[in-house]
């Protein structure tokens, strides 16, 4: 059974830091790509980052270039998302997904696996 499971979030103010975590397992992740996205109230999901698991290719949307990083550590199966300089635009439910094969790209959001989510709310 695959589970991707996020943790991490919580409550931070404008400015400050989280590094969320997805612990992957179920099977082997080699040829996927792992990827961050949010959700906030009221608005739809978006993309927010991905790695592909063997290594090679990291990418970033806009609003987060030069602030997140998303990074992984084969030995333990997890891909993390380190956020600094938070804004409250930032507040949204974080979801870890998993992709066999080729990178996310523009609206296509379609994935193999997903998390629970995890709540980061910045406060002003």
């Known amino acids: 059974q695959v589970q991707l499971v996020e943790s991490g979030g919580g409550l931070v103010q404008a400015g400050g830091s989280l590094r969320l975590s997805c612990a992957a397992s179920?099977?082997?992740?080699?040829?996927?790509?792992m990827g961050w996205f949010r959700q906030a109230p009221g608005k739809e999901r978006e993309f927010v980052a991905q790695?592909?698991?063997?290594?090679?290719?990291?990418s970033h949307a806009n609003s987060v270039k030069g602030r997140f990083t998303i990074s992984r550590d084969n030995a333990k199966n997890t891909v993390y998302l380190q956020m600094t300089r938070l804004k409250p635009e930032d507040t949204a439910v974080y979801y870890c997904?998993?992709?066999?094969?080729?990178?996310?790209?523009?609206?296509?959001?379609?994935?193999?696996?997903w998390g629970q989510g995890t709540q980061v709310t910045v406060s002003s």
């Open positions: 997904a998993a992709r066999d094969g080729s990178p996310w790209y523009g609206s296509d959001l379609a994935s193999d696996y």
């Open positions: 179920g099977r082997t992740f080699s040829s996927y790509v």
């Open positions: 790695i592909r698991w063997g290594g090679g290719m990291t």
